[in-house]
């Protein structure tokens, strides 16, 4: 099963807005609505800020949206703030009942 | 506080052995499936094993299958991972993650993370 794509780095201002994109096929993403996002801080654990596509946990910040169209899923972070600087990883299940992970996006905030 | 605390980890010679265990408390350990997802340093995060609420389904990554095996312990809140024939890309930060239940499906997500367990294989 191969990881899913996701581009290396984003990077934005202060204030503004970004997405971060996370591509996949018909037998994992694009099959199944069971796509998450995961935030990781250096040296912590990653923690949930999506499920089920659109889905955020209690106490995510409602900044945090996602999307899912075909064979590609995105996060938007709105209002960018310092503290989301992290790696951010999107994941799927797959057809295979398993699950992969995107290589990981690295949120830069200018 | 629910959380999950795993141990274990330490250094192991190829074709060696370990046996993660994961400590869950903060919640019903018996009413959640459970998950292992690893971390080599410095890359992406990996899911390896998965083991359903009451253990009769259980689900593995292709790079470990026949070498690791996933099991718990309702009486004692506890999951476990047991990893033979280890490899050095087997070396990683082990994570156990709680499975989210939703719409259908009883790991559309890990919810919870605990803190990870180091194996180094050298």
């Known amino acids: 099963q191969s990881a899913l794509t996701q581009p290396a780095s984003v990077s934005g201002s202060l204030g503004q807005s970004i997405t971060i994109s996370c591509t996949g096929t018909s037998s994992d993403l694009g099959g199944y609505d069971f796509v998450s996002w995961y935030q990781q801080h250096p040296g912590k654990a990653p923690k949930l800020m999506i499920y089920?596509?659109?889905n955020r946990p209690s106490g995510v910040s409602d900044r945090f949206s996602g999307s899912k169209s075909g064979n590609t899923a995105s996060l938007t972070i709105s209002g960018l703030q310092a503290e989301d600087e992290a790696d951010y990883f999107c994941?799927?299940?797959?057809?295979?009942?398993?699950?992969?992970f995107g290589a990981g996006t690295k949120v830069t905030v200018l | 506080e629910v959380q999950l605390v795993e141990s274990g980890g330490g250094l192991v010679q190829p074709g060696g052995s370990l046996r993660l265990s994961c400590a869950a408390s903060?919640?019903?350990?018996?009413?959640?499936?459970m998950n292992w997802v690893r971390q080599a340093p410095g890359k992406g995060l990996e899911w390896i094993a998965y083991?359903?609420?009451?253990?009769?389904?259980?689900f593995y990554a292709d790079s470990v299958k026949g070498r690791f095996t996933i099991s718990r312990d309702s009486a004692t809140n506890s999951l476990y991972l047991q990893m033979n024939s280890l490899r050095a890309e087997d070396a990683a930060l082990y994570y156990c993650?709680?499975?989210?239940?939703?719409?259908?499906?009883?790991?559309?997500?890990?919810?919870?993370w605990g803190q990870g367990t180091m194996v180094t294989v050298s």
């Open positions: 089920d596509v659109t």
């Open positions: 993650a709680r499975g989210l239940t939703g719409s259908g499906w009883d790991a559309v997500a890990f919810d919870i």
């Open positions: 083991m359903s609420s009451t253990g009769n389904s259980i």
């Open positions: 903060g919640f019903t350990f018996s009413s959640y499936s």
């Open positions: 994941s799927s299940y797959t057809s295979s009942s398993t699950y992969v």
